[in-house]
């Protein structure tokens, strides 16, 4: 079935995916079938062989202005509870790929909550991230004040969460939510060389550290550490492992297979 809130592009350039969100007249408003369209979306490309890395964006104006509060306002603590809705927010975390978000315009709430869940955020200048839940009586629930605090610090964090305020691109990178900041136009274009000097590299490599890299924000050190070197020595098993060591001797680029 073609979903009806995004696009998906599963070749937009060698080896990498794009997954545009389409709801430009409510700003890319987060209803439940968008968010059950992106992780069905991922979860095909994430089993894609041709695919190595995905990005995530909106368009100009808004990479998601929040929730769709329309859907959500006149809902009881049970019925949210019986929704799930989260349960599609979990899928999207369990993508094993590198994906990047290309931000535009507004994150925020559960934008800025969807594009914390990516590995990576390349923001337009205009960008503007926050967490505006308090101005309309309720908080974030989808990883706000977990994710916002690990990225940018607990004092930042309440203050965001606690005033609605937005920060900027400029803010956000100097914080280390956003890895790079370019100017209007060109985040989509960012994202795709990001996205393809990642994709050079070895699958199976890029797929063990990224998760070496999201378990030091779930363990303690010594845990962390144990389970780096257990994938460290799973490189070893691999074809790429032997390809690039090989290749790095013999002075030559390494050409990777994911086997």
């Given at each position: ?19 545009q969100?389409?709801?430009p ?6 209803n ?9 979306a991922?979860?095909?490309l994430?089993?894609?062989?041709e695919?190595r890395v ?5 368009n ?14 006149g ?5 949210m ?22 931000v ?5 709430g559960?934008?800025?909550?969807l594009?914390?869940?990516?590995d ?9 991230f926050g ?5 309309i009586?309720t908080?974030?629930g989808?990883?706000?004040t977990?994710r916002?605090?690990?990225a940018i610090g607990k004092a930042?964090?309440?203050e965001?969460?606690l005033t ?11 914080h280390g ?7 209007v136009g060109?985040?989509?274009e ?9 994709a050079?590299?070895?699958p199976?490599a ?6 070496s ?7 303690h050190?010594d ?14 098993a691999?074809e790429?492992q ?14 990777f297979?994911?086997?």
């Amino acid at each position: 079935m073609t979903p009806e809130f995004i696009l998906v592009t599963p070749q937009a350039r060698p080896q990498v995916a794009l997954i545009q969100l389409n709801r430009p007249k409510e700003l890319n408003a987060l209803n439940l079938q968008l968010m059950q369209e992106v992780a069905a979306a991922l979860k095909e490309l994430d089993k894609d062989p041709e695919v190595r890395v995905i990005v995530l964006t909106g368009n100009e104006r808004a990479f998601a202005a929040g929730a769709d509060i329309k859907q959500m306002a006149g809902r009881t603590a049970i019925d949210m509870l019986l929704i799930d809705q989260f349960s599609t927010w979990d899928q999207i975390r369990r993508t094993t790929k590198p994906l990047i978000a290309a931000v535009s315009g507004f994150a925020l709430g559960g934008g800025c909550e969807l594009c914390m869940t990516c590995d990576m955020i390349v923001a337009s200048e205009t960008a503007k991230f926050g967490q505006p839940e308090i101005r309309i009586g309720t908080m974030p629930g989808a990883g706000g004040t977990q994710r916002l605090t690990r990225a940018i610090g607990k004092a930042r964090a309440m203050e965001m969460v606690l005033t609605g305020e937005p920060m900027g691109a400029d803010e956000a990178a100097r914080h280390g939510l956003v890895n790079r900041v370019v100017p209007v136009g060109q985040y989509l274009e960012e994202a795709f060389r990001l996205a393809a000097s990642i994709a050079k590299m070895s699958p199976i490599a890029a797929r063990l550290a990224k998760e070496s890299v999201n378990r030091s924000f779930e363990t303690h050190l010594d845990e962390g550490l144990h389970f780096e070197r257990k994938n460290f020595y799973m490189t070893f098993a691999s074809e790429d492992q032997k390809e690039g060591m090989a290749a790095f001797v013999e002075k030559r680029p390494a050409e990777f297979k994911g086997r």
